[in-house]
């Protein structure tokens, strides 16, 4: 079972779907978003809408979801064209995302409550970030050079992943970290 996004010129607004793998099914729709959906344990959705990064309950026996959709973050930076927002979240329930409309940003840890606890790395131009699945990379495009870079969180070290004259984006780590 995975979840999709779709958004069409008939529904702007866009939403998240469900599917299985080798189903004849068209999926079915779990709700209205701008953008991606991360599941994260112990039975959340995280996904944006009206520059809102939100939470809401999901019930993977059931595949259904409950309750309203909780605020987590304000003024989440997204790519409506893409329907893609800036999040992204580990299996430890660490959560990396991009707010506001500045040129340039920092890598900040944040506590559950939203509170600053720390930063990562050098400031920069930066834009679509993942969270490696242990929690010790972050994997993000460098807008000074539109490359993909891997900042190491523990040694602060940086690795040129992608140096082909495209621009890469909207990086994504396998369930075993590579």
Request: hydrophobic content about 30%.
């Given at each position: 079972t995975f979840l999709f996004s779709v958004r069409t010129k008939t529904d702007p607004v866009g939403g998240i779907y469900l599917a299985s793998i080798g189903s004849q099914n068209e999926g079915r729709r779990l709700l209205s978003s701008d953008t991606q959906a991360v599941f994260v344990d112990p039975g959340f959705l995280l996904?944006?809408?009206?520059?809102?990064?939100?939470?809401q309950r999901f019930d993977v026996a059931t595949q259904q979801v409950s309750g309203d959709p909780v605020p987590v973050v304000d003024r989440l930076r997204g790519l409506s064209q893409v329907a893609s927002g800036e999040f992204s979240a580990s299996?430890?329930?660490l959560l990396a995302y991009r707010s506001g409309w500045d040129a340039s940003n920092q890598?900040?840890?944040?506590?559950?409550?939203?509170?600053?606890?720390?930063?990562?790395g050098p400031a920069g131009r930066?834009?679509?970030?993942?969270l490696s699945p242990d929690s010790k990379r972050?994997?993000?495009t460098d807008l000074a050079d539109s490359n993909l870079k891997i900042l190491d969180l523990q040694s602060q070290?940086?690795?040129?992943l992608t140096s082909d004259p495209g621009t890469e984006t909207a990086p994504v780590w396998s369930s075993d970290g590579k």
């Open positions: 996904f944006g809408r009206d520059t809102q990064l939100l939470r299996n430890t329930g890598f900040t840890w944040v506590d559950r409550k939203g509170q600053p606890r720390g930063t990562v930066y834009r679509t970030s993942a972050l994997v993000y070290t940086t690795t040129v």
